[in-house]
């Protein structure tokens, strides 16, 4: 059974960099069966799209984000990793690392991680 | 501003059936398939339908999913207290992104 655990600061000062990481236990990231995505959801508002990344390293990122994200896939540790830099106040939000196969269907989800940018 | 249009809230008595749409362009839900998630309170979503109208295992079959020209619609029939959740839908856009719906709170009175 796939599942997906997230990591990292839950604080982050403004102007610094967001780094996060999401375990996979139940399959390797490595897998050619599916994508491996990051979404966001502000509190108490809805769900934006960060970025999704193949094993191959392909990414698709978010128009509106792409100039400060990245998304990284380590093998070695069945890990894929997100990269947000030059945060503010509205960068925060519970972040999700999910599962992407075929066109828009997350599934599953991490429990999701709250993440702070104050300084 | 969401890139999908979707009803900030609706309300139906339990037993009752209510239906959530989402309201998309040629760029997005015209071209490409339709996913519905379930958000209850202080939780991760789950998607409850995926491709427009499948079901993945273990939801049952009281939720239902329609897709018409660049709109689709959820549906949920024999309404229970648990229904109450926050409702998205989402698919794929033509920039190369996911993109959602502003999310639909379901009360269940």
């Known amino acids: 059974q796939l599942q997906l655990q997230e990591s990292g600061p839950g604080l982050v000062k403004p102007s610094e960099t967001l780094s996060l990481t999401c375990t996979v236990s139940?399959?390797?990231?490595?897998?050619?069966?599916?994508?491996w995505g990051w979404v966001r959801q502000p509190p108490g508002k809805g769900l934006e799209f960060i970025g999704s990344?193949?094993?191959?390293?392909?990414?698709y990122y978010n128009p509106s984000l792409e100039s400060r994200v990245t998304i990284s896939v380590d093998t070695s540790k069945n890990q894929f990793s997100l990269r947000l830099n030059s945060v503010t106040a509205a960068d925060t939000a519970v972040y999700y690392c999910s599962v992407l196969r075929g066109e828009a269907r997350f599934d599953p989800w991490g429990q999701g991680t709250l993440v702070t940018v104050s300084s | 501003q969401s890139v999908l249009t979707q009803p900030p809230s609706v309300s139906a008595a339990p037993g009752q059936k209510v239906t959530i749409s989402c309201s998309g362009s040629s760029s997005n839900i015209g071209n490409n398939y339709v996913s519905w998630y379930q958000q209850l309170p202080g939780t991760a979503p789950k998607v409850l339908i995926y491709e427009n109208n499948k079901r993945p295992s273990g939801i049952p079959d009281r939720f239902s999913g329609s897709k018409s020209g660049t709109s689709a619609t959820l549906g949920i029939t024999g309404l229970q207290t648990g229904d109450e959740a926050d409702y998205y839908c989402g698919t794929w856009d033509s920039s190369l992104s996911a993109v959602f719906g502003g999310g639909t709170k379901l009360t269940v009175l």
């Open positions: 990344i193949y094993y191959t390293g392909s990414t």
């Open positions: 139940g399959d390797s990231v490595s897998s050619s069966n599916y994508y």
